[in-house]
């Protein structure tokens, strides 16, 4: 690994025991959590929290010497519908949420995802309920109340299509409105649920350059490659990946983590360890065999761990 750089990976609850965390533990020093750090796992009505397993979560990584990224406090989904429907408002309970979430995990967890996914693909907020009870202004109330309740915690704002000029450039103006009021933004973080063959050497390449004129740090945060077309209900690769396609997966691994690091990524995130447990088994469409991570089912490494191993390597001897 080259020096100072930080591999994660998301992982869910149960994977913090057995085999997996025995990968995690070995190959790794990031953890994202997939789901426990969300609204609707800690905050299932006002007032009462559920931490336990938050907590477990938390101190796995720590246990491991390994960074917990906060994923995350403000996102349009796996929010309970009180927060919305509740008449003693969603302002006083993202409040709450912020203060007693991040305040628990001060000091202990390195950054926070504040805001997940608030815009559309045009560059505009996104028509979200937070946006329809708070205003456009909640973006910078989210920051502002994060900062409050962990200072020395790193803030970062995360989306995913990063890579179409028209998005970015709402992330950009988003991320630059934040640092012209003096409110504390840290990084990006890029959420890279990408193809074989999209997006383009070239624009990631722009992308990172992009988000990197800002002063911030830019994360691929969320990385996975889906091996199957997209809007389609086939389903080719239920008894296993071909050995041509394995290759293009391993290949498209390398120069997807050449590129990030060339261009001074500071942390890749797979979003999800092996192929069994990823959503790309149930996204976009459900129930089918998608094979777009570093280890399969049965938790052998694929060709693309050793493809990956090789590109740090590489960069470690540079
Ligand atoms: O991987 C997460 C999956 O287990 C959840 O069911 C899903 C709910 O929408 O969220 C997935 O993670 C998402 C992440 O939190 C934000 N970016 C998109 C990810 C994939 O949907």
Excluded: C
């Amino acid at each position: 690994m080259p020096p100072g750089a930080r591999i994660g990976v998301a992982l869910n609850e149960r994977q913090i025991d057995g085999v997996a965390a025995a990968l995690v533990t070995r190959h790794f020093n990031s953890i994202s959590p997939e789901n426990v750090l969300k609204w609707e796992s800690l905050h299932p009505a006002r007032g009462r929290y559920a931490f336990a397993a938050a907590d477990r979560y938390v101190a796995f990584g720590e246990r491991h010497g390994m960074e917990v990224t906060g994923h995350t406090l403000v996102w349009h989904q796996q929010v309970p519908a009180w927060v919305f429907t509740d008449p003693r408002g969603t302002r006083a309970a993202l409040k709450d949420h912020v203060k007693q979430v991040v305040g628990r995990y001060r000091g202990r967890i390195r950054g926070w995802d504040v805001v997940n996914e608030a815009l559309d693909e045009r560059g505009a907020l996104r028509d979200s309920p937070w946006r329809r009870a708070l205003g456009d202004d909640y973006v910078a109330e989210a920051y502002t109340l994060a900062h409050a309740s962990d200072p020395d915690a790193e803030l970062y704002y995360a989306d995913y299509n990063l890579f179409r000029p028209e998005k970015r450039a709402g992330a950009l103006r988003l991320i630059r409105d934040l640092q012209s009021r003096g409110i504390r933004i840290d990084g990006v973080g890029i959420h890279a649920h990408w193809g074989l063959d999209f997006p383009t050497k070239d624009e990631i390449r722009q992308m990172l350059a992009d988000f990197d004129a800002l002063g911030i740090s830019v994360m691929l945060s969320e990385l996975d490659v889906s091996v199957l077309p997209r809007r389609s209900d086939l389903n080719p690769y239920v008894q296993g990946l071909p050995r041509e396609i394995q290759q293009k997966l391993a290949q498209r691994y390398a120069e997807i983590f050449r590129l990030a690091l060339e261009n001074k990524t500071t942390r890749i995130t797979l979003w999800g360890l092996d192929d069994g447990s990823s959503w790309l088994n149930d996204y976009p469409v459900p129930g089918r065999t998608n094979h777009p991570l570093l280890w399969d089912r049965a938790y052998r490494p694929k060709p693309a761990f050793d493809a990956v191993v090789e590109v740090l390597r590489s960069f470690r001897e540079k």
